[in-house]
């Protein structure tokens, strides 16, 4: 059993958006007045999709040697959704087969489906039905149906939110950042835990959203990222358009739109980066740049006042940032996955190499726990260390140092007391304030 302070930096804006509703889903004492703005409950296949090419996985299992000639092997990714019926499923399948090593990790719909038909992972999860593109280009695959789960929108009475259509439930835009924020402050009361607003500026756009929601107390820290195909995550053009076609499911047309409304903001870049910094800086918010492409980038982006590299993509720009004593961050989601899904610098390289003070939730929040593990079970970090960089160290990093991140005399009570099932990390309890939030057996 172990006993971790808890850091809830929300890696988006938007993140919290989703986290609102699964915190007032566990509201001990849930409000009569709720409402729903979807009186249709959508209903989504969930679906494994195997490829039978045999792999190796790192990943921690029951191991017995009696046994470890029949053993099975397997890596299993994709959704979410899915995500924890694949580890309850994987939990069970290890006791029953003593020997079998099985390594589940959430990276997306459209990763899992991708690369059970590479032949990376044995068995893809999807919280969809595949896409017609993707049955045409990969006809090989399997699928198998495994559940169906029911979505209901919910939302608290005092939010501004009176009514969403479909296309903006799929575009996950239900709201400014400003009306976001200032929704988390009004239901600060209301929440379980502790949240936090983690703004991601996107400097090829319009900045006066950003400047509105930075004003918020909740706002602890604020990247400044740029992905204008043709450097940083997207050098190459070609990945840019497999990216945007992969994940978004957008065309030729849509994509080409979306370039040329990033690239008419090339001349502007530079400023709109000083301006967001000198507006944080002013507020005492942490600054982060994002996909440092190289030691010239993280040069500059220090220049005008980040002081945490964000994923940088390669270890010299890692080592630059170190250089000039900047703060290093990487995904959780990349040492669970092995690798980055952009074919960028590997987090696990970089922690390797002493690059990495901390890691962030990314695109799945619930990697942070398995990574730190991971990392431990590995003999790469101590599980003190491991630990630190999904807690201690983003707490001092935003300035919250001595309220939470550790376990201290006159720190928040904040604290995950934390179980093994088969190896495998698992959440026996949530504490916030000293007092029991949620709790389940393990």
């Not at 958006?17 to 915190?23: G, Q, R």
Request: glycine share 8%; with cysteine.
């Amino acid at each position: 059993m172990y006993i971790i302070s808890i850091y809830l930096l929300e890696k988006t804006i938007y993140t919290a958006v989703a986290h609102t509703t699964a915190v007032i889903h566990q509201m001990e004492k849930p409000h009569t007045s709720r409402r729903f703005l979807a009186r249709t409950i959508v209903t989504t296949l969930l679906i494994a999709v195997i490829t039978v090419s045999p792999l190796g996985s790192g990943c921690i299992g029951n191991k017995d040697s009696s046994t470890q000639e029949h053993a099975m092997k397997l890596q299993v990714t994709g959704s979410t959704t899915v995500l924890p019926i694949a580890e309850e499923c994987a939990c069970v399948f290890m006791k029953n087969n003593p020997g079998s090593q099985i390594c589940v990790s959430g990276s997306g719909s459209s990763h899992g489906v991708k690369a059970a038909a590479d032949g990376t992972i044995n068995i893809g999860d999807a919280s969809r039905d595949m896409l017609d593109s993707e049955r045409a280009s990969h006809p090989g695959l399997v699928t198998h149906a495994i559940a169906k789960d029911g979505v209901a929108i919910v939302v608290h009475p005092e939010s501004p939110v009176n009514g969403l259509t479909m296309q903006e439930l799929k575009s996950r835009h239900v709201g400014t950042s400003k009306e976001i924020v200032e929704t988390m402050a009004r239901l600060e009361d209301v929440f379980l835990t502790h949240h936090f607003a983690h703004v991601r500026c996107e400097i090829s756009g319009d900045l006066k959203d950003v400047f509105e929601a930075i004003v918020s107390p909740l706002v602890k820290l604020v990247s400044l990222m740029d992905h204008t195909p043709g450097q940083g995550q997207f050098t190459d053009h070609t990945r840019y358009r497999e990216y945007h076609k992969r994940i978004y499911g957008l065309n030729d047309d849509e994509i080409d739109r979306i370039v040329r409304k990033k690239s008419g903001y090339a001349d502007e870049l530079l400023q709109n980066m000083r301006e967001v910094a000198e507006f944080a800086n002013a507020r005492g918010i942490s600054i982060a740049s994002h996909d440092d492409d190289s030691p010239e980038k993280v040069e500059l982006v220090h220049s005008i006042g980040a002081r945490i590299s964000e994923f940088p993509i390669t270890l010299d720009a890692a080592r630059k940032g170190r250089e000039l004593g900047m703060i290093i961050s990487m995904g959780a989601p990349n040492v669970v996955l092995g690798r980055s899904t952009s074919g960028n610098l590997s987090s696990s390289e970089a922690i390797d190499a002493g690059l990495v003070d901390l890691l962030c939730s990314d695109y799945n929040p619930g990697s942070m726990l398995y990574s730190a593990f991971i990392l431990w079970k590995r003999g790469v970090l101590t599980l003190s260390d491991a630990v630190n960089m999904i807690t201690r160290n983003p707490a001092e990093v935003v300035g919250m140092g001595g309220t939470i991140g550790s376990i201290e005399i006159g720190e928040r009570a904040d604290l995950l007391v934390v179980s093994k099932r088969m190896e495998l990390p698992i959440v026996a309890c949530t504490i916030v304030d000293g007092r029991s939030c949620m709790r389940q057996a393990v």
